[in-house]
């Protein structure tokens, strides 16, 4: 059974950092690509960034210059690191691989 889970997040101030982590069981990250989504209170769930198995990386314009998605082979993680956080970047951010979604972790920046 495929399982990614999630940790990192939480509150913190507009400027801040915070660090989140995805960890796969019952799979392995390879060529596939992995994402990350977010959705804040009302709104769609949107594209953030994402990562291919050959290290290649996407990012949102929103988030472009101040998130940058890595990968862990050996530790089968892909981690978000978010700088220069702003109050718009607070939703539950979500990474997906294939099929498979994490459980969301709720990330929240106060102005």
Not at 73 to 85: I, R
Not at 86 to 95: F, G, N, R
Request: charged content about 15%.
């Amino acid at each position: 059974q495929v399982q990614l889970v999630q940790s990192g997040g939480g509150l913190v101030q507009a400027g801040g950092s915070l660090r989140l982590s995805c960890a796969a069981s019952g799979t392995t990250f390879s060529i596939y690509p992995v994402y990350w989504y977010r959705q804040a209170p009302g709104r769609q769930r949107e594209f953030v960034a994402h990562i291919t198995g050959y290290g290649s990386t996407n990012y949102a314009d929103s988030v472009k210059g101040r998130f940058t998605i890595s990968r862990d082979d050996a530790k089968n993680t892909v981690s978000l690191q978010m700088n220069t956080l702003k109050p718009e970047d607070t939703a539950i951010y979500y990474c997906h691989y294939r099929s498979d979604w994490g459980q969301g972790t709720q990330v929240t920046v106060s102005s």
